[in-house]
Nanobody, 119 residues
Framework: QVQLVESGGGLVRPGGSLRLSCVASGSTLAIDAMGWYRQAPGKQRELVAS???????YYADPVKGRFTISRDNAKDTVYLQMNNLKPEDTAVYYC?????????????WGQGTQVTVSS
């Protein structure tokens, strides 16, 4: 199994920055990719950014040019640097890691960290 723990959320003014961290533990060698999702009140959870084991990255259109995902494999950690934050970025952000154990695809989720962008 894989466990994920996020940190780094908080309250920030529009235009500000935050960096989220997600540390994986357990069967980390089985992880195929890592990513960040977010869920705003009354909305569905949506993919924000992801990074594969080979370093390929994906960004959702609303965050392109403002958010950067990175990964430190030695620390089993993925980061989400969020710059020029907007009120519409307010959401609970969840770390996600699809992994495979003995041919069975599984998905790990973190507990979520709140990001609030408000003046």
């Amino acid at each position: 199994q894989v466990q994920l723990v996020e940190s780094g959320g908080g309250l920030v003014r529009p235009g500000g920055s935050l960096r989220l961290s997600c540390v994986a533990s357990g069967s980390t060698l089985a992880i195929d990719a890592m990513g960040w999702y977010r869920q705003a009140p009354g909305k569905q959870r949506e993919l924000v950014a992801s990074i594969t084991n080979t370093g390929s990255m994906y960004y959702a259109d609303p965050v392109k040019g403002r958010f950067t995902i990175s990964r430190d494999n030695a620390k089993d950690t993925v980061y989400l640097q969020m710059n020029n934050l907007k009120p519409e970025d307010t959401a609970v952000y969840y770390c996600n890691a699809p992994y495979t154990i003995i041919g069975t695809p599984l998905i790990a989720w973190g507990q979520g960290t709140q990001v609030t962008v408000s003046s």
